[in-house]
């Protein structure tokens, strides 16, 4: 009795062979080099660097843009209190600081001590400068307040000289000022502004270049 071989069975339904599958190649994520990290950083540092500097100048744009404002206002303010209460005011600026003045009963010029008008500090790092009749005026010096007080029995200023303090500029009951020019400047800025008056009492602010910085 022979035997007939079993026949061969097909891989797949209708007798095709399947092609085998080969497993895919897994692509792993490669890492930054140090060279690729170092130059990243770099530029991050730059753009960090650049955003600061924008900042800065425009902070610095803004304080010189309200000190000006401020001191129109105020020069404004001293022309109206000038005018309605027929008195004589004066304008004075040190280094650090700008004060209205106005007279003592003895006919002396002292600080006003408080109000709109009393003296304040020039915002930093702003600086004045002064000009009258188109002459430049350097900054008065500092004057303690202490020897502006009136003496009393408790009062050390009552002891020693009192300081004279003049006015720059004045602003008259009449409407009138001397004629000048105060510019307000910020370091590192070529923008600055202008604050004028005239001998009828006309006011200005001006937004100007500097042209030593072109």
């Excluded at 600081?97 to 002292?110: A, C, K, N, T, V």
């Excluded at 004629?179 to 590192?188: I, N, Q």
Aim: aromatic content about 6%; charged content about 20%.
């Amino acid at each position: 009795m022979s035997l007939r071989a079993r026949p061969a069975v097909a891989a797949s339904i209708g007798g095709a062979h399947a092609p085998m599958s080969t497993p895919s190649t897994v692509h792993l994520p490669r890492g930054f080099t140090l060279i690729e990290m170092m130059v990243v950083v770099l530029i991050i540092g730059i753009l960090l660097t650049f955003a600061s500097l924008g900042v800065g100048n425009h902070t610095l744009e803004d304080t010189l843009d309200t000190e000006s404002r401020r001191l129109i206002e105020l020069f404004k303010l001293a022309q109206e209190e000038a005018e309605i209460k027929g008195w004589e005011i004066g304008f004075r600026y040190t280094d650090t600081h700008y004060q209205f003045l106005g007279l003592s009963d003895e006919g002396r010029w002292i600080f006003l001590p408080e109000g709109p008008l009393r003296a304040r500090a020039i915002a930093e790092p702003l600086t004045l400068t002064l000009r009258v009749d188109d002459h430049p005026v350097p900054p008065a010096q500092n004057v303690d307040d202490d020897s502006q007080a009136p003496p009393t029995s408790n009062n050390a200023a009552a002891s020693k000289p009192k300081a004279v303090i003049e006015p720059q500029v004045m602003v008259l009951s009449s409407g009138e000022l001397t004629p000048f020019t105060l510019d307000v400047r910020a370091p590192g800025l070529t923008t600055y502004y202008r604050i004028s008056g005239d001998l009828v009492g006309r006011l200005e602010r001006q937004r100007l270049e500097d042209d030593r910085w072109h």
